[in-house]
């Protein structure tokens, strides 16, 4: 599945805007099966009014100082299923994850341009589950491996 910038809505919420600040910056990335459209909002805490609780398959981040820069940590939550259904939730946010962090770096792309020290940040991503196979960090490369040269 390919990203495609016409199914992206970016929202930003004052007091963040396009161009900063890195502290306390938000992600909130959802997205409708009925149409395919990806909403991302930036602000500075978690839009928890668009999370469908019954599906929980948003990703959710914000940049932490780390080491001599920023890291980004993402949060997927798998929650407590059974072991074949936190399988399928686990390979499903896999299988999506480039897209969507596409979709998280085209939509603050103004941001990146302003910071662009941030390229080189590594981005974790942090599955949550009850069961400890699928309870781990992941290190998904860093944002310039997402964007569009």
Do not use: C, Q
Request: avoid cysteine; charge should be negative.
């Amino acid at each position: 599945m390919e990203f495609n910038p016409d199914k992206l809505e970016t929202t930003f919420i004052e007091p963040i805007t396009p161009y900063g600040p890195i502290e306390d910056r938000r992600y909130t990335l959802t997205h409708s099966d009925e149409t395919g459209m990806l909403f991302f909002d930036v602000a500075n805490e978690y839009n928890y009014d668009a999370i469908n609780l019954d599906l929980r398959d948003e990703l959710l981040g914000t940049w932490k100082a780390f080491d001599d820069g920023y890291g980004l940590f993402l949060y997927a939550y798998i929650g407590s299923l059974d072991l074949v259904s936190s399988l399928m939730k686990y390979n499903a946010f896999k299988t999506h994850m480039k897209l969507a962090l596409e979709a998280i770096f085209y939509g603050d792309r103004e941001f990146l341009k302003k910071n662009p020290k941030l390229l080189d940040s590594p981005i974790y991503i942090k599955f949550d589950s009850s069961i400890p196979i699928f309870n781990n960090y992941e290190f998904y490369g860093y944002v310039k491996d997402y964007i569009e040269g």
